[in-house]
């Protein structure tokens, strides 16, 4: 069952500071935040949203559509980490440990 190893399995996070003067700033924030979303991107902070992906391969999909996404102004970032990594995340919530989610299992059809 290497298929489901903690070192294949991936997680895509993308970190975003875009401007919101203007409305047309307005709109392609929140432009790029829905096609995120339409994309399996749940939101993790408020300019941090984690995907989940069964392999490297797949991540790279989810990366490229992100590129593509790219607001013509401000900052965007693209991180890939395996879900061992993820796993070692340390979440606070005020000064005490939040309980780490459960992931969900990531269903194949193909």
């Known amino acids: ?24 700033e307005r709109k392609a924030y929140a432009d790029f935040r829905k096609n995120l979303q339409k994309d399996g991107f749940n939101m993790f902070q408020f300019s941090i949203y984690v995907r989940h992906c069964a392999s490297a ?18 900052q965007v970032g693209i991180l890939c980490i395996t879900d061992k990594q993820f796993g070692s995340i340390e979440l606070f919530y005020g000064r005490k440990p939040a309980e780490a989610q459960p992931v969900p299992q990531q269903l194949e059809l193909f």
Do not use: C, Q
Request: charged share 35%.
């Open 1 to 24: 069952m290497d298929r489901f190893s903690e070192y294949r399995i991936m997680w895509v996070l993308v970190f975003f500071d875009l401007p919101t003067e203007t409305k047309k």
């Open 57 to 74: 391969e797949n991540a790279d999909v989810h990366v490229k559509r992100v590129k593509r996404l790219l607001p013509e102004y401000g």
